[in-house]
C-alpha cells in the first residue's frame, strides 16, 4: 500500500498542535505529534523544537515498517500504537514538568478534580527511564497503555493519544493540570487518598459535550 499524501489542512493542524503544546509549556526541544492518514500512515511534525516550527512539513510515516530518514527514533511509539489502536488518531509524545516531577517518584496522577476525570482510575505507567529506540520497547509501551488515553513514562514525559489532533493535545493539557493538583495536594501534606472523584463523579464529568475540545484547542492556537 502506497503512503497517503497529507492535505493541506492536515499539514497545518499538525503545525499548530505543535506549537501549541509549545506554547502551554508541555514540550521543550523535545517532544513529536502526529495525525493519522489513514490505515497504514500518519503524519509526524518535523524533526525540530516544537515551538520553532512555523512553515515546515511534517513527514508522512508507514505505520509498519522502518522510519524515514530524519524522523526521530521515538516516532516508533507513534507506529506501535497507531498500529495497536484502530481508534487512535492522534499521538502527542510530551515532557509536561509537573507530570515529569511526579514520575520520577513512580507517582501517577489520580482524578481530584473534573479535568482529572478523563484519566480514571489513573494513567498508565511505563516505568523505564531509557528512550524508547527499538520496535520492541515501543510495541510493549503501546500494549500497556492498552485503551487508555495517556500514559506516563517515568523520567522522561508522557504520550497522550485521541481520536483527533485537537483532541489529543487537549488531552495532553488536561493531564499536566492533574498532574499540578495531584503535585500540590502532596506539597499540602494532605491525606493522597482524600479527595479523589467516585465513579459517579468521575462519569458527570468524563464528557466532551459543550464544546470542551473546541474552546481548549481555540485557547491554545490562538
Known sequence: MSAATP??????QVRQAARALARAGLV???????????????????????????????TVVSISGLLPDGVLG?????????????????????????????????????????IGAYFAPQPALWDD????????????LAKQLDGGTAIVMRGNGAVAVADGLPKAVTLSWFLEDM????????????????????????????????????RMWQHLTT
Request: hydrophobic residues 40%.
Open 179 to 214: 498532574a499540578r493538583v495531584e503535585r500540590d495536594v502532596r506539597m499540602m501534606g494532605c491525606d493522597p487518598e482524600r479527595g479523589l472523584l467516585d465513579e459517579d463523579e468521575v462519569v458527570a464529568r468524563q464528557v466532551f459535550a459543550g464544546g470542551v475540545v473546541e
Open 74 to 114: 521515538e516516532v516508533r511509539i507513534h507506529q506501535a500504537i497507531y498500529a495497536r489502536r484502530p481508534d487512535v488518531n492522534a499521538v502527542c509524545r510530551i515532557m509536561p514538568p509537573a507530570l515529569m516531577s511526579l514520575s520520577t517518584q513512580g507517582i501517577v496522577p489520580r482524578p481530584r478534580h473534573g
Open 7 to 12: 492535505t493541506n489542512a492536515q499539514q497545518e
Open 129 to 140: 527511564v531509557r528512550l524508547l529506540r527499538d520496535d520492541a520497547a515501543a510495541a510493549r
Open 28 to 58: 521543550h526541544a523535545y517532544g513529536h505529534c502526529s495525525l493519522r492518514l489513514d490505515t497504514g500512515s500518519f503524519l509526524v511534525c518535523a524533526a525540530l523544537p516544537m515551538g520553532a516550527i512555523t512553515s515546515e512539513p511534517g
